[in-house]
């Protein structure tokens, strides 16, 4: 059993013919068919069934199909990070940050390093913090960027590239504005629109609230960072957001904030993290070095 016999298996079943196998492999069609079966003597079991001119996986191919599937991925990642070995010129950084991260840290980052290592490619996927930490401990990803509410994280080496100060934000219009003190249990009184459950906003919300004994009064939640933006702008809510994440629409006069009144959750601090057991390239390490320079306030 070979690389490409398990390349064809997971090709097979995304595309059902074997002639756009081949095309994707830079095969010709006998010789896919060869390979198939070749597998099937190998292993003596069938593992393609023909019906209507498709070719669809038997219950044996479909069992197989999923260690095909992580052993060509593991295969290509392999392949990627040697090619980091041998220069900084070619090869691709993977990252997987959190929305916050996503949005409004990496950016500025991703640019800067981009431009010093223009032969490489960058490849980003936003999606919540929770599901990255996930990831990381089950080593599905090597590297990623996420908020902690305290720098050391136990399970993952961390270093700080961005440090924020959480806040209320309002439409310019709203009420809560003109509050020369306000209070916390003013602000828990108002119509919240918070985080999605699990989230280190929706997290650090319910930690502000229990800080200051107030219960807060939430009426919608939402995965995205920037339709609460939009959607605060356009009503009489207040939710929480990271100073800078509000930067532009505070120069645009669409938003206004406050502090936090009471006791304070603490600082935000968005952080590069990976498995404590792990190796970073040589390409992963260049990349953690630069977005840890200067950490922006």
């Known amino acids: ?157 961390t270093r700080i590239v961005a440090v924020d100060e959480p806040v209320l934000v309002f439409a310019p219009d709203h009420p809560i504005r003109k509050e020369q003190h306000l209070s916390p249990e003013q602000a828990a009184r108002e119509l919240w629109i918070e985080h999605e459950p699990r989230s280190f906003l929706r997290d650090m919300t319910a930690k502000w609230a229990t800080l200051n004994d107030v219960r807060i009064l939430g009426h919608m939640a939402v995965n995205s960072p920037e339709v609460l933006k939009r959607t605060l702008r356009e009503g009489r809510s207040i939710g929480l957001l990271p100073k800078n994440a509000i930067k532009n629409e505070l120069e645009a006069g669409t938003l206004a904030f406050a502090s936090l009144p009471g006791e304070s959750p603490g600082p935000i601090s968005s952080v590069l993290a990976w498995q404590k057991d792990y190796t970073l390239t040589p390409l992963q390490e260049a990349f953690v070095e630069l977005a840890a320079a200067q950490p922006a306030h």
């Open 1 to 157: 059993m070979n690389i490409v016999k398990l390349q064809i298996i997971v090709l097979i079943e995304k595309y059902k013919k074997v002639t756009e196998v081949a095309a994707e492999l830079g095969l010709k069609q006998p010789t896919v068919s060869f390979h198939m079966k070749s597998l099937e003597t190998e292993l003596g079991v069938s593992l393609f069934q023909y019906r209507s001119g498709r070719v669809l996986l038997t219950d044996a191919g479909k069992s197989l199909y999923q260690y095909a599937v992580k052993i060509v991925a593991l295969t290509a990642e392999a392949e990627r990070n040697m090619k980091q070995f041998t220069s900084l010129t070619t090869g691709t950084l993977v990252l997987e940050a959190s929305q916050v991260s996503g949005n409004y840290v990496l950016p500025k980052i991703l640019s800067r390093f981009a431009e010093m290592y223009p032969g490489l490619d960058l490849a980003l996927t936003v999606q919540s913090g929770h599901l990255i930490r996930e990831r990381l401990r089950a080593q599905e990803i090597q590297l990623g960027v996420l908020e902690v509410a305290e720098y050391e994280d136990y399970f993952f080496n």
